[in-house]
């Protein structure tokens, strides 16, 4: 009589398996890769923001200069 006990430990592939991890992991890196995309737009969109406020209080101190005041 053959002994089976030990096959189950080495043959454990399961394709389906597989296939639902390779599916979780490729939206994990599409996840992550949509939150560097979100995080870029992020940092452009503040330094413009900041770029405009340093404009703008320029302008006003080379206005308020003018002031007869």
Request: net charge negative.
């Amino acid at each position: 009589m053959k002994d089976h006990r030990h096959e189950y430990i080495y043959d454990n592939t399961d394709p389906k398996a597989n296939e639902g991890l390779g599916t979780v992991m490729g939206a994990i890196i599409v996840s992550v890769g949509f939150l560097a995309l979100l995080q870029g737009v992020l940092d452009a969109v503040s330094a413009g923001l900041r770029d405009t406020m340093v404009l703008l209080n320029d302008t006003a101190t080379c206005l308020a200069g003018f002031w007869p005041f």
